[in-house]
């Protein structure tokens, strides 16, 4: 399997468990239901443009397991979305993402969100989520905007407007209230293009993690 997905996916347990070894990504699996669909989100984006070289099973396969967990846990996320390594959805339930928008890494996204298209005006389009972006509980972003990177999107807030770096966005409409960011509220992150941050986890996962054998359906749900 190709060390981008690799990569990412060990992007994608750490967020969650702060290592990237076999028990981390065992855990992560059984107990994180975020994790769980993202784990077969990546994989139905990276076999849907791979079935000449793998076949089309993986893809059939994992695109079952997507189907299952989107309806289980509410997550409304197309695997065509453009995200970055280390996504963290801290718990399950109403988030709704549009095929269209944009993720960077290290991105943390709450119950309830909305990241969606807007269809006409000056901001016809979909968001750009920039690293380490924290949008809480219920927050709402809509159109082509840009969510600088570092920023806060409180709970509850509605943002169609840019939004510079390292702000913190409260209330609806949305408004910038402070310049701290989301320092302390997004963690145990890597910079997906550190040749060091990404030898780091590689040796840490060396314990005999293969991220490309097909696990069978958990029997523990975080409900």
């Known amino acids: 399997m190709a060390s981008t997905l690799w990569q990412t996916l060990q992007a994608d347990v750490y967020r969650y468990r702060g290592q990237a070894n076999t028990r981390a990504f065992l855990s992560a699996y059984i107990r994180e239901p975020g994790f769980r669909f993202t784990y077969y989100l990546r994989k139905v984006a990276f076999y ?3 079935k000449k070289s793998f076949g089309i099973f ?3 396969y994992n ?3 997507l189907h299952h967990y989107r309806f289980k846990y509410g997550f409304d996320i197309s695997p065509t ?3 970055g390594p280390g996504l963290f959805i801290g718990h399950f339930g109403g988030v709704v993402i549009s095929p269209h928008a944009i993720l960077g890494a ?6 309830g969100v909305t990241i969606g298209a807007t ?5 016809k389009g979909a968001p750009t989520l920039e690293d380490r972006v924290w949008v809480g509980a219920n927050a709402i972003i809509v159109g082509k905007v840009t969510i600088g990177h570092d920023a806060l999107i409180a709970p509850g807030a509605y943002v169609n407007f840019d939004v510079p ?3 913190v966005i409260v209330g609806n409409p949305g408004k910038v209230v402070s310049t701290a ?3 302390g509220y997004v963690n145990n992150t890597i910079d997906p293009f550190s040749t060091e941050d990404l030898g780091n986890l590689h040796q840490a996962a060396q314990s005999g993690l293969e991220i490309n054998t097909e696990l069978p359906k958990a029997t523990t749900d975080k409900s």
């Open 48 to 50: 849907s443009k791979r």
């Open 58 to 60: 993986p893809y059939i």
């Open 63 to 65: 695109r079952i397991q």
């Open 81 to 83: 979305t453009d995200i």
């Open 106 to 111: 290290n991105v943390n996204i709450a119950q």
């Open 119 to 123: 269809s006409r005006g000056s901001r």
């Open 165 to 167: 770096s390292s702000a």
């Open 181 to 183: 960011g989301s320092v």
